[in-house]
């Protein structure tokens, strides 16, 4: 009946690659035997079980019936419920067992099981042998068929969730399958199948088929469907979890992250405190030469990130949430109360030459620095004027004066000159300025040309090109 070095090439092929227990395959085999032979020569009411040995590929057929006395049955004349139990009577929500209709093909008295069985129990199961039978039909068969794949989508499902279920919060590396509806599918392997929504993708990136991806697994939940696996990149916990990996002192919990507020593939500010004096927390993010975070920001696509160190103090540390601008004065407006449910608001003072940098592009340096401390800033001149105010929800509002250039600041190497403990990197050196200088001009918006303009431009090509050859002429006649 069963072809056994098949079978066994099977099973071990489900236990290596999809993680599926030996046993539980062999237990879905036994069902599916059992459910076959019930649909081909079983009756209605029976409940039968098979044992199947696959060294040798003997199957056995068992009935079973369960033991009951009078004070567990219904009455034949009372109707059946809609929760009608086909199995062994259990016990109700309030601690009594509920009473079943007599079935003499899954039901046996006591006193008859007792001439079986002397110190049979009330519950009890009583197996019977039945006749081996080895010619299922097609119907049978397609049903032991069914039965076999649900059980190996129960058994991915449990594999799936026992794997991914300890990796929640980790990076995880998938291999892109396709990208629908703005939806990116992502094969973690073993048939697990990840997705990425729109929200949780960085703004700009595009990924082909095939192509290798890292991202944060955020959540795990067990559906009706499957294991439903959650990935990000846009996600705070994915800054700092790259973070972890090429630093180690971050790893090994010396220097911890203490706050981040992130605008996926635009910029980031990361805060990151120190246990042990004897280590700089900037630095070791940074690395030598910049290394450790250039290389986070190349996985990012180039996202910018800023560095600082956490303080105690709200004034040094909004002072420092607020580079690379230099901050003249900082001044506590009102103090947070974690009762009411209330931030606190800080005003700070700037210079003229240094309003661009503290407002950033759009407001983007405040708005970024008002989520990492948590407070409400008020960016504010020398004179007293306002300039813009952002708070810890990233709602920002610029009220410069028409003559200060907001966004319009050459930005210095990011990650490297938020701290003055941060290893000597230089902040602005030609090289950057050029490049700036070069990115500004490539940004600026050149008009597209009018029709009219474009045939303009042929006439005056096309007579200029006529009077070019009306001079050669009079030249060669001269």
Request: hydrophobic content about 35%; charged content about 35%; glycine content about 6%.
């Amino acid at each position: 009946m069963f072809d056994l070095k098949v079978l066994n090439a099977v099973l071990a092929e489900l236990e290596e690659e999809r993680g599926i227990p030996r046993s539980r395959m062999i237990d879905a085999i036994k069902q599916s035997l059992a459910t076959a032979y019930k649909k081909e020569f079983g009756k209605r009411g029976q409940i039968i079980t098979a044992d199947f040995d696959p060294d040798t590929g003997t199957t056995s057929f068992y009935q079973v019936k369960i033991v009951v006395d009078e004070s567990m049955l219904r009455p034949d004349d009372e109707e059946d419920s809609e929760e009608e139990v086909d199995t062994n009577p259990i016990e109700d929500i309030e601690g009594e067992a509920k009473k079943v209709r007599f079935d003499e093909e899954k039901h046996i008295m006591v006193n008859t099981a007792r001439m079986i069985k002397k110190d049979v129990a009330l519950g009890e199961e009583l197996v019977f042998p039945l006749e081996n039978k080895e010619d299922f039909g097609r119907i049978a068969a397609q049903t032991a068929k069914q039965v076999i794949v649900q059980k190996i989508r129960e058994a991915e499902k449990e594999s799936a969730l026992a794997e991914y279920g300890q990796k929640e919060g980790e990076i995880v590396v998938g291999t892109v399958q396709r990208f629908e509806r703005s939806n990116l599918y992502v094969e973690l392997g073993r048939a697990a199948v990840a997705i990425m929504p729109p929200d949780e993708q960085i703004p700009g990136e595009r990924f082909r088929p095939g192509e290798r991806v890292r991202a944060l697994l955020v959540r795990v939940e067990e559906t009706p469907r499957g294991i439903f696996l959650r990935l990000s990149r846009s996600h705070p916990d994915f800054l700092t979890a790259l973070f972890a990996v090429e630093a180690p002192e971050l790893q090994a919990g010396t220097v911890e992250v203490k706050a981040i507020a992130r605008e996926a593939g635009a910029r980031s500010k990361i805060a990151v405190y120190a246990h042990d004096q004897h280590i700089d927390p900037v630095g070791s993010l940074v690395g030598q030469r910049g290394v450790r975070v250039s290389t986070v920001m190349s996985e990012l696509g180039g996202e910018k990130i800023d560095i600082i160190e956490w303080s105690p103090d709200p004034i040094d540390f909004i002072e420092d949430a607020l580079s690379p601008a230099q901050v003249l004065d900082i001044k506590i407006e009102a103090e947070p109360d974690p009762e009411a449910n209330e931030r606190g608001h800080a005003i700070a003072e700037v210079m003229a030459d240094q309003q661009s940098l503290a407002i950033g592009r759009g407001g983007q340096n405040v708005r970024l620095a008002a989520k990492l401390t948590g407070w409400k800033i008020d960016i504010v001149s020398t004179q007293g004027d306002s300039l813009a105010e952002a708070d810890a929800t990233g709602a920002v509002e610029i009220t410069a004066p028409e003559d200060t250039e907001v966004g319009t600041e050459t930005e210095v190497l990011e990650g490297t000159e938020t701290s003055t403990t941060a290893p000597a990197e230089p902040t602005e050196d030609k090289d950057s300025i050029g490049r700036d200088m070069t990115e500004s001009t490539l940004n600026e918006e050149t008009p597209s040309p009018t029709p009219d303009q474009v045939e303009a431009d042929i006439a005056a090509s096309e007579e200029d090109s006529v009077t070019e050859a009306t001079d050669e002429i009079e030249e060669e006649k001269k």
